[in-house]
Structure formats: structure tokens, C-alpha cells
């Protein structure tokens, strides 16, 4: 089983600043990476696919890079409203997800 | 646009059958070849892909859960099913329903949006 991990596991910064938010796995995925952004009590909403697509109504500020094993979700500049947990998820032998990254801002 | 809703039992007792259902509104589940699935949440484990269902005739389940698993629908009411038997404590999670996401004409069956809001099923006795 392929296998996500996130860094940090929580980010803290201001409005305005720049969010860097990691995801490696444990074997080569190609670009088959998306990024869910899940609001306090809200179900995920799909931000970032196939590593560097944003879904439809995702701002410009949400960009999405990497290949392979690595690959990070930035956010730039962070509103008040992105804090959320971030997660990852790969789709490449079968679909799993990262444990999440929280972003307070 | 398409919103999905979970309904089904808050409390399930260990060794019995989980039952969920999602009502799909907004579009037909059959209108398309869109992949329908099950999605859940815990503490512990995060979040866990659970099987999805295709109107080609396509079921798909997460060998993880073994033949504890089937989904069904009922395209005469808009809804597809999850049934987990045999249920555990570990199985008490937040279960959303999803679809796979389309942009334009093209659907991603490995990509979820939209979600349902969730249902909380809580396994004890």
C-alpha cells in the first residue's frame, strides 16, 4: 500500500503570508496527487489535482507542484478563510489519503 | 448542481450490519458514467476510501474491508447504499457519500466533489 505523509502537521501564520504544505510517498506516483481543503465541520472540498490542476472555483492563490514522490500545496497570500486541514491523496494503486495538515491562520 | 445527503442509523451494535444511504439531488445517478462513493473519517485512521459504484455496472471495494462490503442503488429514488457487516468499534466513523469530480465534459473517478455533509455512526453496545 502506498503510503502519504504530510509536514507539519500544523502551520501557523498570518493573513497575507505564504503557506508551504508538504506531501511524500512512500513510492513513485507519478502526478496522480490532489489536495482537499477541510473547513471545521465541513466535508473536504477538492482544491488541487493531478499534482498542479486546481479544481473548478479554486482562487489563483492555491498552486499545487511536484511529481513522483514529492509534492507540496502553497498558498499565497493566506485569508482568514483557508485555515482549514489540508489533505493529501493519491490515486495511483488504489486511494488513500495523508493524514492532513492543519493551517490555522 | 449535483448535492448528495447520507441518512441512516446514528448507532450500530458491534457484530451487526452498518446501513447508509445517499440521496442524490441536482442530477440523475445514472444520468452520466460517474463513479458514487464511500468515503469515511476518523480520529485514528483519517480519512478512508471505502468502495464506489458505477452505472456501467462496476462496483469497486477497498480489500481492506474484505466481504464486509456492498454497496447497492436504487435509481428509482436518486440513492446508492452502503451496507458493512460485522461491524466493530473501529467502524464508528463520519461517513460521506461523493462523487467522482468532472471538469467540463471529463470525469476523474479517482477525484471526490462533491461530498455529502457527513452522518456519524457510532458502533456500541
Known amino acids: 500500500e502506498i503510503v502519504l505523509t504530510q509536514s507539519p502537521a500544523t502551520l501557523s501564520l498570518s493573513p497575507g503570508e505564504r503557506a508551504t504544505l508538504s506531501c511524500r510517498a512512500s513510492?513513485?506516483?507519478?502526478?496522480?496527487l490532489a489536495w482537499y481543503q477541510q473547513r471545521p465541520g465541513q466535508a473536504p472540498r477538492l482544491v488541487i489535482y493531478?499534482?498542479?490542476k486546481r479544481a473548478t472555483g479554486i482562487p489563483a492563490r492555491f498552486s499545487g507542484s511536484g511529481s513522483g514522490t514529492d509534492f507540496t500545496l502553497t498558498i499565497s497570500p493566506l485569508e482568514p478563510e483557508d485555515s482549514a486541514v489540508y489533505y493529501c491523496?493519491?490515486?495511483?494503486?488504489?486511494?488513500?489519503f495523508g493524514p492532513g495538515t492543519k493551517l490555522e491562520i | 448542481q449535483v448535492q448528495l445527503q447520507e441518512s441512516g442509523p446514528g448507532l450500530v451494535k458491534p457484530s451487526q450490519t452498518l446501513s447508509l444511504t445517499c440521496t442524490v439531488s441536482?442530477?440523475?445517478?445514472?444520468?452520466?458514467?460517474?463513479?458514487w462513493s464511500w468515503i469515511r473519517q476518523t480520529p485514528g485512521k483519517g480519512l478512508e476510501w471505502l468502495g464506489y459504484?458505477?452505472?456501467?455496472?462496476?462496483?469497486f471495494y477497498n480489500p481492506s474491508l474484505g466481504t464486509r462490503i456492498r454497496m447497492s442503488a436504487d435509481t428509482s429514488k436518486n440513492q446508492f447504499s452502503l451496507r458493512l457487516s460485522s461491524v466493530t468499534a473501529a467502524d464508528t466513523a463520519v461517513y460521506y457519500c461523493?462523487?467522482?469530480?468532472?471538469?467540463?465534459?471529463?470525469?476523474?473517478?479517482?477525484?471526490?466533489?462533491?461530498w455529502g455533509q457527513g452522518t456519524l455512526v457510532t458502533v456500541s453496545s
Open positions: 491523496q493519491q490515486r495511483d494503486a488504489g486511494f488513500t
Open positions: 459504484i458505477n452505472f456501467s455496472g462496476s462496483t
Open positions: 441536482g442530477g440523475s445517478i445514472t444520468g452520466g458514467d460517474f463513479y
Open positions: 461523493a462523487r467522482d469530480y468532472c471538469s467540463g465534459r471529463i470525469c476523474y473517478s479517482y477525484l471526490f466533489d462533491p
Open positions: 513510492q513513485d506516483i507519478r502526478d496522480y
Open positions: 493531478d499534482a498542479s
